[in-house]
């Protein structure tokens, strides 16, 4: 048996000391814990990405990563990826222009690997856009609209 | 079901020194945690039976990637992402770099390490043919000293490696080639993205009118990853022709022992093994 432990790290830049069983998944510290439940739990094995969140500037499934391992790392969740309360992020404000959220579990994940994809490539290949969220499934399968999306977002 | 996640310990020590002495205590009932990115699953479908982890992602002295003239050395947390983004290696390890790209999503290649891949030992796993095709060796490291294994002897049987209880994968070695070589790297899975292997084909040679320095490695196909040794035996010194092909296939159909399971059939496995063989070697005549 383990004792809950104390991770320090900053959560959509909000600097936390959270207490919890080591082994336990970020995933739920998001959403059980902080109420931080943009964050999806898809299929629970790394294959799905409605998880997705940031760590330290890259996408990682939060339902692989144990609280342990957030120790000291910078995590941006879906919350916190708009510019302001009245101002959305031009990835965010493209799925509404073109649809890309259709019943919208798979939402918040392809919109966290869009951003992260334009922030290292701001100006993406259609091949680069697919491979950028290839580690996303939607099982509305509206995959168009949301590569669309991201066509549109691109430059804004 | 799923995992009771109190009953899970994940110490995080400090350093390597800290997690070699945890790795050599308690009679190795302690195990390395890295990624996560195969553990994880299994806990979330209540699998994972070991209970005792060392949290070695955070140690510095596991990662990073070295060049020196004759080789390249990669700790043992080398990400698939770092693999890929590493100049070096994709001018001179390419199939490595393929392989890298080719597992998981890019949230999985930003948390899976090319360590966890080789110890978590799964015979369908996409970096081993590589690092067989490329004559890779390990460094293990424990309380008792540092060890070298070639890679091709690593693997003994399901699951079963030369690896000795306190004793952590530090890094893996590549030695450099100076020779034109051709890499060719295939794995065969149900889609493009986001699939485990049906067939992991890795090979090399260099390319001349007669074959030399071949290497040719599979994944999916034994229940370990494996080195070719006499279909490449069959090969080297000899002219590209319709014979040479004809006798490695023979060679090859006899060396590897592919089963159907989930993923894939025995026959189909053979099949395309055999078809991505001669793939290989038609290109080392052009």
Redesign the interface.
Known sequence: ??DKIEINCTVNDQQLKLHA?????LLNVLREQLRLTGTKEGC????C?AC?VM?DG????S????V??A??ASIKTIEGVAVSENQLHAVQQAFIECGGAQCGICTPGMVM?AV?LLEKTPNPTEAEIR??L????CRCTGYMKIFESVVRAIGK | MRAYVPSYQLISPASLGEALDVLASDNGTWKPFAGGTDLMVLLEAGKLTHQNYVNIWNLPELRGIDVTANEITLGALTTYTQVQNHRTLREEFPMLCQAASETGGLAIQNRGTLGGNIVNASPAADSPPALLAYDAELELVSRAGERKVPYATFHQGYKQMDIRPGELLRTIRLPRHFQKLIHYYRKVGTRKAQAISKICFAATAVAAADITHVRIAMGSVAPIPIRCVKTEAALVGKAINEATIAEAKDTLASEISPIGDIRSTKDYRLKVSLNLLEDFISQLGR
């Open positions: 048996m383990s069983y080591p082994m336990e998944r629970g094995e790394g294959e990405g997705s760590i890259r996408i990682v499934n339902c692989l990563v144990p342990a391992q120790e000291g690997a992260d491979n950028g290839a580690g996303n499934l």
